[in-house]
Nanobody, 117 residues
Framework: QVQLVESGGGLVQAGGSLMLSCAVS????????MGWFRQTPRKDRDLVAT????????HYADSVKGRFTISRDVAKNMVYLQMNSLKPEDTARYYC??????????WGRGTQVTVSS
C-alpha cells in the first residue's frame, strides 16, 4: 500500500522559514513527478510546486516563486519544500502527491502551516 507522509509543518512568524518533508513508502515509482499542494478551508487545493523524477524540471505557482524551493531525494523516496519569507497568506494545509500517468493519484494527509502576522 502506497503511503505518503508529510512532516515539518508548524506555526511560524511572517518572514520565517519552514521545510516540509514527504516520505513515500510502499512502492518504488519508476518515473514520476512529485508535487506539493496546499488548501485552506475556503479554497480548492492549489498546486504549489512540482519536480520531475530527475529533478531537472521544477514548476512553481506564481505566488511562491523566489520564496519556495522544491527538491527530492530519489534514493530515499523523499521530496522537500523549503519555504522562506513566509507570509500569512501561505497559511494552509500542505499536501504532497505523486503524479503517475498524468494524474495525481497518491496523496498524503497533509501538514498544517500557520504563518502569524
Amino acid at each position: 500500500q502506497v503511503q505518503l507522509v508529510e512532516s515539518g509543518g508548524g506555526l511560524v512568524q511572517a518572514g520565517g522559514s519552514l521545510m516540509l518533508s514527504c516520505a513515500v513508502s510502499g512502492r518504488t515509482f519508476s518515473s514520476y513527478t512529485m508535487g506539493w499542494f496546499r488548501q485552506t478551508p475556503r479554497k480548492d487545493r492549489d498546486l504549489v510546486a512540482t519536480i520531475s523524477y530527475s529533478g531537472d524540471n521544477t514548476h512553481y505557482a506564481d505566488s511562491v516563486k523566489g520564496r519556495f524551493t522544491i527538491s527530492r531525494d530519489v534514493a530515499k523516496n523523499m521530496v522537500y519544500l523549503q519555504m522562506n519569507s513566509l507570509k500569512p497568506e501561505d497559511t494552509a494545509r500542505y499536501y504532497c502527491a505523486v503524479q503517475e500517468l498524468g494524474s495525481w493519484n497518491y496523496w498524503g494527509r497533509g501538514t498544517q502551516v500557520t504563518v502569524s502576522s
